[in-house]
């Protein structure tokens, strides 16, 4: 449990994402120093020996992801962070843990590239990578903080989907949410809902590591418990065998899929604000989330019906709750710090509405202003 739980603090983004990862029950972290995320790796070299927890700077990101993997098939939660340049070293790993099923999340204070980029400045040009970083066909988990608050629980809601689905979950920080301090009610532990893997039900010699079941997610013994494990990132069988064989390289690659979708209705986060009577909306996610806040307000008071839905998750990605809104309004505005990523999928969902783009790739946060011209023009 994290000891500040049930304190009111002024954190930074960067410090409640420690905390939400501590009072979730993480106890690795592994990591390498990168502007803007290294406040994660700092705190967490201080707090987790005092959890009995380990803390691990690695030579690289490549190596930091390895460990994170090799901690949670040890039975421990475990938790990375970096921004865009240790994200793109992470990919093939974070691709062998997607496919051996292996529990962890990866934390992405995304700042403006592409390569070494603008070390200090937001940006959102990581969300297709996040998605679609490391190669095959695969599901993974993304959400994108808003707030200094939603670090804190958004991490504690990664580790538990992390944990229940057997899948990496991304969390996909910026810049201006990783230094923004606010201040923040953290629960009581006890009132904190940590989910932890399934375990065997039967003894180890009647255990099949990667056997399916209604929900699709085997139940995963920890190694070192006397259970016999066979992890690779080759396809294979219910036995954890690399295999060849169609029927079973098919059966793999669909229940990947299928218990991703099996748990759509609470993975797929998204809120609502002021779309009951809206004529126009915004779609936005991440740090944008604040100046679109306010311009729909702003709006508001002008006497325009405007509404937004900030999306929570990105990957899978909230389709349902997009088309409503644009099935509902005339005109929908998409801002994004990138030349135009999420907009990509909102267009996907294919329903005949204007659909506006607007992007800022200077290394500057887009304003509540810009937002709001682009309603008043609407």
Not at 167 to 181: G, K
Not at 219 to 247: C, K, N, Q, W
Not at 276 to 285: C, F, K
Request: charged share 20%.
């Amino acid at each position: 449990m994290s000891e500040k739980t049930g304190q009111r603090l002024l954190l930074q983004g960067n410090e409640a994402i420690v905390e939400g990862a501590l009072a979730a029950g993480c106890r690795f972290f592994a990591g390498y120093p990168i502007t803007p995320a290294s406040e994660i790796a700092e705190l967490m070299s201080l707090r987790l020996p005092a959890l009995n927890g380990t803390f691990i700077q690695m030579e690289d990101e490549i190596a930091s992801m390895g460990a994170i993997i090799g901690a949670s098939l040890a039975g421990v939660k475990s938790l990375t962070a970096t921004s865009g340049p240790g994200f793109s070293l992470m990919q093939e790993n974070l691709g062998f843990a997607c496919a051996a099923e292996v529990p962890c999340v990866v934390v992405n204070v995304m700042r403006a590239g592409p390569s070494t980029g603008l070390s200090t400045s937001p940006a959102q040009g990581d969300v297709m990578q996040a998605r679609w970083g490391t190669h095959g066909d695969h599901p993974i988990i993304v959400l994108a903080v808003s707030s200094v608050s939603d670090c804190f629980d958004l991490t504690i809601q990664a580790f538990n989907l992390s944990e229940k689905y057997r899948v990496p979950v991304i969390v996909l920080s910026d810049e201006i949410v990783a230094h923004t301090r606010e201040t923040v009610i953290l629960p009581e532990q006890a009132a904190v809902t940590v989910i932890d893997r399934m375990r065997p039900a039967v003894p180890p010699e009647w255990y099949i590591p990667y056997e399916d079941n209604s929900r699709g997610v085997p139940a995963m013994a920890d190694m070192g418990s006397g259970y016999r494990h066979h992890v690779t990132g080759l396809i294979h069988d219910v036995r954890g065998f690399p295999t060849e064989r169609p029927e079973e390289v098919d059966a793999f690659i669909r229940r990947l899929f299928r218990k991703i979708t099996n748990g759509f209705p609470e993975i797929q986060l998204t809120k609502t604000v002021m779309l009951e009577d809206a004529e126009i909306a915004v779609i936005a996610y991440g740090a944008v989330t604040r100046s679109a806040l306010r311009a729909v307000r702003q709006a508001r008071g002008r006497g325009i019906r405007a509404g937004l839905l900030q999306l929570i998750t990105l990957y899978p990605f909230p389709r349902k709750a997009v088309e409503a809104v644009l099935r509902q309004c005339r005109r929908v505005l998409v801002p994004e710090m990138n030349m135009g990523q999420v907009i990509r999928e909102v267009k996907r969902v294919n329903v005949a509405t204007e659909i506006v783009r607007h992007n800022r790739v200077d290394g500057q946060f887009i304003t509540p202003a810009e937002i709001y011209a682009h309603l008043l023009a609407m």
